[in-house]
């Protein structure tokens, strides 16, 4: 993979909208295209990413703050995990809490 959107896009955890035309607007969910297995295992590890990743947390309470699902943030946690695994795994440098900047989600 070249990016990380491109390893997000592959295990499934990018928003999807779901439109048709200009008058039919369905909510955006989740691809689930990819590795079911892979996509459980990061959602399960949003939970404690939340509790110990400061990075995770602040687009946790971000996102919830704004008035969406606890669910919706956990899945936007799970994204920025994978891009952070795929930026570690990438670069070869360990992880550093202090160079990994908080991705913003609108």
Not at 75 to 101: E, M, T, W
């Amino acid at each position: 993979f070249e990016t990380g959107s491109q390893l997000c896009s592959y295990v499934g955890i990018t928003p999807t909208i779901r439109e048709s035309g200009s008058s039919v607007r369905g909510r955006s969910r989740i691809s689930k295209v990819g590795n079911r297995k892979l996509r459980n295992l990061l959602f399960l590890c949003s939970f404690t990413a939340c509790k110990h990743n400061k990075g995770c947390r602040e687009i946790y309470e971000r996102i919830v703050n704004k008035g969406k699902s606890k669910k919706l943030a956990l899945i936007a946690v799970s994204n920025k995990l994978l891009k952070q695994a795929f930026a570690i795994a990438k670069s070869g440098n360990p992880y550093d809490a202090s160079h990994i900047s908080v991705l913003k989600l609108n």
